[in-house]
């Protein structure tokens, strides 16, 4: 078994405020909505890699203070870039195959795929902007 550590925002302002709403809610907030696709190993390659448009991964986990900060982030790019860019997380304790094989030891970790390929990869929670950057390539 492979670990996989979580890292913490690097830019506290970002994303302390939407963990500690998440926190305050008290109950289990969906970690996407219905524009987010989820990805596992068994339909990756279908869903990501033979897709028609781009696409962009969130690796994360339920346990990863982080991942569940950039959620909302995540969802609101997925609803900004719809039919542009297709945006996915995977959960990677329930799918360990292909985290292994992009070579994921950290979360989160989003990896923007074009034409079934690796274009961009980024580790950790970062800023929409950059985010936004990656994907206006």
Not at 24 to 30: Q, Y
Not at 111 to 124: E, L, N, P, R, S
Request: aromatic fraction near 12%; include cysteine; charged fraction near 25%.
């Amino acid at each position: 078994m492979d670990l996989i550590f979580c890292q913490y925002p690097n830019i506290f302002n970002d994303f302390y405020y939407p963990f500690l709403l998440y926190q305050s809610e008290g109950e289990e907030k969906k970690m996407a909505d219905e524009k987010v696709a989820h990805v596992t190993d068994k339909n990756f390659e279908e869903e990501i890699l033979k897709s028609a448009i781009p696409a962009l991964v969130d690796f994360w986990a339920p346990w990863c203070g982080p991942c569940k900060a950039i959620g909302p982030m995540i969802n609101e790019l997925a609803g900004e870039y719809a039919g542009k860019v297709k945006v996915a997380k995977m959960n990677v304790d329930e799918n360990p195959e292909t985290p292994g094989k992009y070579g994921i030891r950290a979360i989160p970790t989003l990896i923007f795929f074009k034409g079934g390929k690796v274009a961009d990869q980024i580790t950790g929670a970062v800023g929409k902007t950059q985010l936004a950057a990656m994907l206006d390539k």
